[in-house]
């Protein structure tokens, strides 16, 4: 199965925009679901983007319409792009692929938003 890495964080102040690449070892083409996750010390994952190769997107109440997820198969790298970033939405990005997710999970990449 392919490996991801997560890339792309760092530290933004709120309202800012950061946008996260989850670059996979192999084609993404065949994987029906990505998805996105943010999660912060002693609470466990939360998704904040999914995508399905049909062509569904979901995402929780608290970031829609600031972040869009987006999957370029060409560079088998999906996308966080996250825009009017607030302090809540600190915390430690992974992607994933399948539902429920592969056990198997990256490093992760940090997003800090304060001001």
């Known amino acids: 199965q392919v490996q991801l890495v997560e890339s792309g964080g760092g530290l933004v102040q709120p309202g800012g925009s950061l946008t996260l690449s989850c670059a996979a070892s192999?084609?993404?083409?065949?994987?029906?679901?990505m998805t996105w996750y943010r999660q912060v010390p002693g609470k466990q994952r939360e998704m904040v983007a999914r995508?399905?190769?049909?062509?569904?997107?979901n995402y929780p109440d608290s970031v829609k319409g600031r972040f869009t997820i987006a999957r370029d198969n060409a560079k088998n790298t999906v996308y966080l792009h996250m825009n009017n970033l607030k302090p809540e939405n600190t915390g430690v990005y992974y992607c994933?692929?399948?539902?429920?997710?592969?056990?198997?999970w990256g490093q992760g990449t940090q997003v800090t938003v304060t001001s």
């Open positions: 994933n692929a399948g539902v429920p997710p592969r056990k198997d």
């Open positions: 192999g084609s993404i083409l065949d994987i029906n679901v």
């Open positions: 995508h399905f190769k049909d062509g569904i997107w």
